[in-house]
C-alpha cells in the first residue's frame, strides 16, 4: 500500500510542479514544417532557404493555480491517515479499522483527483490550438490511468487522435509524390546539395516528423498506448511507412554504382591552353591576339561524389 502510494504522490507531484526544461524538451520533439529539410546531420533548412533554429524558451508558467496546488499537500496528509493503523490486526476489529482508513484514504484521493481532472478539462477547453493540448497531455498522461481523469480528456483524445492520423495522412501524401517531385528537390539543387544525398535527407526528415507524431500518440494515450485499439492501428501504420522509408538500399545502390564506374582524376586538374581570341583596340578595330585560358580537368561525376561523400562523413 505504501509503495502504490508513493508512486501516485510522486506523478502527482512531478505533474503539479512544472519543471523548467519540460517546454524545451517539447520544442526539440516538435514536429517540423513539411516544406523544411534537414541535413543528414539535423540541420534544417526551410524553403526559404535559411536555417531554422530553435526558438528561445523562457521559464514555464505553472499549469495550474495555487488552489490546485494545496492537492499535493492533500495527498500527503491522505496517507497519514493510514500511516498509524497495524495493518497487521487481523482481528475484526481491526479489519474495520483498516478498511474504514482506506475509504478515508480514497475519498480524499477521489477529491484531488476530481479538482486535477477539472482543471485539466479547463486547460484543454480553453486550449489556443492543438499544439498546446498536445502539450497538456504530454504533461498529465502519467495520471491517466487514474479513472477521474481518464474520464475527463477521453474527448479531447478522440480528437486528438484524429489530428495524428491527419497528420501522418499527410506524410504519405508528401511521400507518394517522392523526392524528384517535391518543393525539397528544387531546394536542395539551389543548395548545391548532390540528389542521392538530397533524397535521404528528405526521406529522414519524413521519418522524424513520423517519430514526433507517434510520440504524440503516446502523449494522448499514455504509456501502453500500442495495446490501445487506434494506438495498435497507428503503430502498425507507423512501422510500415518506417519500411518504406528505409535508405539503406538507396545508399548501397549508389556505393555499388560508384564502385563500378571507378571514377579517377588522370593528367594535370589545371591545365593552361593558348587560344586565339578577337579583341577591341583603342582605335575601334579588332584583332585577333592569343590569350591563356585556365582549364579544369575534373569530371563532373568526381566534383558530385565528393559533395556525396562530404555529407555521408560529417
Known amino acids: 500500500f505504501r509503495h502504490q502510494h508513493e508512486q501516485l504522490r510522486q506523478v502527482i507531484v512531478r505533474v503539479l510542479r512544472p519543471a523548467r526544461s519540460a517546454q524545451a524538451d517539447k520544442t526539440k520533439d516538435t514536429p517540423a514544417e513539411s516544406n523544411d ?135 504519405h501524401a508528401k511521400f507518394r509524390i517522392q523526392y524528384t517531385s517535391s518543393k525539397a528537390y528544387h531546394m536542395t539543387k539551389l543548395r548545391d546539395l548532390p540528389p542521392v544525398a538530397g533524397s535521404i535527407i528528405w526521406a ?11 510520440r504524440r500518440v503516446e502523449d494522448v494515450l499514455g504509456k501502453g498506448w500500442e495495446h490501445h485499439r487506434e494506438g495498435q492501428l497507428l503503430k502498425a501504420d507507423g512501422d510500415s511507412f518506417k519500411a518504406k522509408l528505409n535508405t539503406n538500399e538507396l545508399f548501397e545502390d549508389w556505393s555499388r554504382k560508384v564502385q563500378q564506374k571507378q571514377i579517377s582524376v588522370s593528367g594535370r586538374i589545371f591545365n593552361i591552353e593558348p587560344i586565339r581570341a578577337k579583341v577591341a583596340t583603342k582605335e575601334g578595330e579588332t584583332q585577333t591576339i592569343t590569350v591563356l585560358k585556365l582549364k579544369v580537368n575534373f569530371q563532373l561525376e568526381v566534383i558530385t561524389l565528393a559533395k556525396e561523400v562530404s555529407l555521408y562523413i560529417e
Open 37 to 171: 529539410l534537414s541535413n543528414i546531420n539535423g540541420v534544417v533548412v526551410s524553403e526559404s532557404g535559411g536555417k531554422i533554429l530553435p526558438k528561445a524558451v523562457g521559464k514555464e508558467q505553472p499549469l495550474l493555480d495555487a488552489s490546485d496546488a494545496n492537492a499535493i499537500e492533500e495527498v500527503n496528509l491522505a496517507y497519514e491517515i493510514v500511516k498509524e493503523i497495524d495493518c497487521l490486526d487481523v482481528t475484526k476489529e481491526g479489519s474495520e479499522v483498516w478498511e474504514a482508513a482506506v475509504k478515508r484514504y480514497d475519498e480524499r484521493i477521489d477529491r484531488v483527483e476530481t479538482r486535477i481532472a477539472a482543471r485539466l478539462r479547463d486547460l484543454l477547453g480553453t486550449a489556443k490550438n492543438a499544439n498546446e493540448m498536445f502539450r497538456y497531455f504530454s504533461r498529465f498522461n502519467a495520471l491517466f490511468v487514474r479513472p477521474h481523469i481518464r474520464g475527463a480528456i477521453r474527448e479531447y483524445q478522440t480528437q486528438l487522435i484524429q489530428r495524428v492520423k491527419d497528420d501522418i495522412e499527410a506524410l
Open 204 to 214: 529522414r526528415q519524413i521519418e522524424r516528423q513520423l517519430n514526433a507524431y507517434l
